[in-house]
C-alpha cells in the first residue's frame, strides 16, 4: 500500500479480533513512529507498549472510566443520557479492548526553553508526538492493522501512569489501540476544502 492510499482508505477502528500483532509489525510501527519530524531534533518523547493481558484488561477498564467521564463531565453540553448508556454498551461489548496499545509520552524532565516560552515547549512535544502517533497509525494501517488514537486518557493521567509505570519526568500524551479490525472501517466524512481553507 503506498502512502496515498493509506491516507485516503484509513479511519478509525474501534473494534478489533483478538489475533495478536506479531513482534515484527510491532517494531515496523515504533520505527515509522520515530522517524518522524521532531521539533529541536531532540527525541523527547517515550512509548509504553502494552501487549500482556492484565495490563490491557487495565488499560482497557481505565479507557470505559475516561470515556465516560468525557461525555458526562468534560464536555460543556454532556451527552444525552441515552447515548452514554449506548456508548457504554458498546464498550462493554468490547470496544477498545484491543491486542496492543502504544501510549505515547512526552519528556518534560529536563526543559529547554526558558520560562517564558514553556508553554511553546510544551506545545512543540505535543506537536512532535502528533506527528510520531500519525505515521506509527499509517505505517500500522498499509499492514492491515486499524487503530484508534485516544485522547481521553489526559483526563484521568494519573490512574494511567500507575498502569503503565513510564519514566520519572514524563506526561502521557495519548494513547494508540491497534488490532486487526472486526468490522469493516467507514469512512467519515471530511468538510469539503473551500469550507476549511483559503489561498492566499
Ligand atoms: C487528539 C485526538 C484524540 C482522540 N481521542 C479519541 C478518544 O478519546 N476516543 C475515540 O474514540 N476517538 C478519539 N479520537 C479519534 C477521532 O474521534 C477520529 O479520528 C475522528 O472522529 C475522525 O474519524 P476518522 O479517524 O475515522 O477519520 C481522537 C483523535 C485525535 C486526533
Same mark, same amino acid.
Given at each position: 500500500m503506498d502512502?496515498?492510499?493509506a491516507i485516503f482508505s484509513r479511519s478509525s477502528i474501534r473494534m478489533f479480533k483478538s489475533d495478536p500483532?506479531?513482534? $515484527? /509489525? @510491532? %517494531?515496523? &510501527?515504533?520505527? /515509522? *513512529? &520515530? =522517524? #518522524?519530524?521532531m521539533a529541536g531534533g531532540i527525541e523527547r518523547w517515550y512509548f509504553v507498549v502494552?501487549?500482556? $493481558?492484565?495490563? =490491557?484488561? #487495565? @488499560?482497557y477498564e481505565l479507557l470505559k472510566k475516561a470515556h465516560v467521564l468525557y461525555a458526562t463531565k468534560v464536555l460543556r453540553t454532556p451527552y444525552p443520557e441515552e447515548s452514554v448508556k449506548k456508548w457504554i454498551a458498546?464498550? $462493554? /461489548?468490547g470496544m477498545y479492548y484491543a491486542p496492543l496499545y502504544i501510549a505515547g509520552y512526552i519528556d518534560l524532565g529536563s526543559p529547554r526553553y @526558558?520560562?517564558?516560552?514553556?508553554?511553546i515547549e510544551r506545545i512543540f512535544l505535543y506537536q512532535s508526538i502528533a506527528a510520531a502517533f500519525e505515521n506509527m497509525i499509517l505505517m500500522a494501517w498499509s499492514m492491515g492493522i486499524g487503530s484508534v488514537w485516544i485522547g481521553v486518557p489526559l483526563f484521568m493521567r494519573e490512574e494511567f501512569d500507575k498502569v503503565?509505570?513510564?519514566p520519572? *519526568?514524563?506526561?502521557? /500524551?495519548? &494513547?494508540l489501540a491497534l488490532g486487526y479490525p472486526a468490522v469493516q472501517p467507514k469512512l467519515k466524512k471530511r468538510k469539503p476544502?473551500?469550507? %476549511? %481553507?483559503?489561498?492566499i
Open positions: 502512502v496515498s492510499e500483532i506479531p513482534d $515484527e /509489525a @510491532i %517494531t515496523k &510501527i515504533l520505527e /515509522a *513512529g &520515530i =522517524r #518522524a519530524p502494552v501487549r500482556s $493481558e492484565d495490563k =490491557r484488561r #487495565a @488499560i458498546r464498550m $462493554e /461489548a @526558558i520560562d517564558e516560552y514553556s508553554d503503565l509505570e513510564p520519572q *519526568g514524563m506526561e502521557l /500524551a495519548g &494513547i476544502l473551500n469550507e %476549511t %481553507t483559503k489561498y
